[in-house]
């Protein structure tokens, strides 16, 4: 079923025409046109939010953000091919999947204006919060992979990282364990072209995807900006794991439209030419072809769309804005689960400098001196 | 000091699909090996509870390196028995899939040198998940480190790296130096929903003493083992034991000196401490790892500051130089042992 050397998986051109493929096909069989226009609302309102919170960071609103232009199919078709009760392990820059997993908007942004370390409680949506350390998820993936199948259950655990992630130790390692114990987990790589500054070209001498059946795990190549083929290739792999055939490798190839993060400058080391070119590789602009020749989209979808794009984003605007700050001595919450002396006696004196520049305290301190 | 058992030891429970023959679990006072006490805390954990997994490397059909998890594997299956591949920041961040799945690992660091390739995820991930999540996911990991040296072993297998655990805030850091504090601390750990370092001395795994299923005092708490009025002497792990030998030396020459084992590293017991050091007067630390940046210094701050008045000479370290682990036929120069914790005693007597 899943070969081992894999070529580049397409099920939608760059024209938006659907392309036949007997293999993946049957996995898409109920995408039709409501469906595929379902997808097609998720990535426009994705875009929608992400420009908004790249906009609230220009704007000082946000301290950083690390926007998805460009990898909206790669994140939505795999977010949507999933159950309520699968896991997602992601990285940093699967908003569009906390969207799908629905994530309160405002929740998205907490960690980037820095009210939190993480904005949601990962056991309401089963995914967990936005992993920093490169690659460090890859293994909480596949331990609680193993968990899942230490219940007996079917429910698979699918971890996102990026090209340059593959170069980590924590993912090989990953690998190995996934695959020594057929770990019901998706290895779901979103080959961005860029880590940073670096092209692929740095991280892998081959293909990303050619790497995994050495490890034993077998791997799919497909293109990351076709939603179709996401969603084909992720169903496919969740399939696998689901009914006891171990861990699937996907590299999405895709093309990470925007800068890495907000305080990110491309100009100084990427070819404009490679952005004009991915552009027309553009995956809603594809989808957008395809819906249009199925009659889908009309001037009412058009509008209802926008409104909801624009909803989200206004609530995205309203809610990061309106954000309280978090208390000062709650700095000191939560570090154990239950009280630590070392840690409670800071946290009394912190409390008690705090109160020496209060009002209250100004005033006891004139009256005891008059 | 009083024995509270903080949980009353589980009755046994048939293992579902197991045919191994089920060994009784500790339910009288038994003498014991430390590394065989630690194995019977394993044993009644796993019996208490069905989310207690191992992890590590030669765990299974080995018992691992020093035979701590001997027989396991035939009790409870290969299921939570787990032989992993040779990679510790895998066995540490599989764990953390476990624990966010409900599960309570326990890792088994092979060596103290070894822990490195785990750093990471211990440091990044175990240590702040539950900040970085506001509460709502627990890491309650056991990692087993055999620390310390004393053994002639090879480079990497006689470190002392406690400092870089207790300096990492999220994480409990405990030291054991007996059998019995051993079996009680390796089940209160595991009971832990904070991660927990369990540092092991390797050169006291074969020194056997009495073992009651009480498990006594909370970990945190550190114990006087042996009372004194002249000196507090401060140790954990393999030099509670030379700490001891020191004091009774010490008694020929009218030196009475107070042994605290301090069990716990993060946090460390100050209440404690203090009060000795109110009594003594007096403050000698001694640990195998580096000085600078270790352990002792820490605490000799820290007693600095709250009970200044009451020290009559300036604390001393009495530790590792600050070199790498030395070759073997060198450690019992690195390594600090009787007389010179007795020579720490007399700089703060005065009496050099």
Known sequence: MIDFSPQLVQLLSIDGERIPRGDFDSWVEDLDGAALLALYRDMVVVRRIDTEATALQRQGELGLWPPLLGQEAAQIGSARALRSDDFIFPSYRENAVAYCRGVNVTDIVKVWRGNALSGWDPYTVNMATPAIIIGAQTLHATGWALGAQRDDVDSVAITYFGDGATSEGDVNEAMVFAASFQAPVVFFCQNNQWAISEPVGVQAHRNIADRAPGFGIPSLRIDGNDVIAVTAATRMALDRARTGGGPTFIEAVTYRMGPHTTADDPTRYRDPAELAEWKTRDPLLRLHRLLTSLGEITPEVEAATAALADAAAAELRAGCIGMPDPEPLSVFDHVYTTPNATLERQRADYAGYLTSFSAEHDIAEQNGKA | MTMTPLMTPATVSTVPGLNAPQPTPLSETKTLTMGKAINEGLRQAMLDDPKVVLLGEDIGALGGVFRVTSDLLAQFGARRVIDTPLAESAIIGTAVGLAYRGYRPVCEIQFDGFIFPGFDQIVSQVAKFHYRTQGAVRMPITIRVPFGGGIGAAEHHSESPEAYFTHTSGLRVIAV?????????????????????????????????????????????????????????????????????????????????????????????YAVVEASVRKTGRLVVTHEAAQSGGLGGEIIATITERCFSFLESAPVRVTGFDVPYPPAKLESHHLPDLDRILDGVDRVMGRR
């Open chain 2, 177 to 269: 130096s007996n059998a019995q504090d051993a079996y009680s601390l390796i089940r209160q750990a595991i009971a832990s929903d904070d991660p927990v370092l369990y540092f092991e001395p390797k050169r006291r795994y074969h020194v056997k003493g009495e073992v009651v299923p009480e498990l006594g005092l909370p970990m945190e708490q550190a114990v006087i083992v042996r009372p004194g009025t002249d000196v507090t002497l401060l140790a954990y792990g393999a030099l509670v034991t030379t700490a001891r030998d020191a004091a009774l030396a010490a008694d020929d020459e009218g030196i009475s000196i107070e042994v605290i084992d301090l069990r716990s590293l993060s946090p460390v017991d």
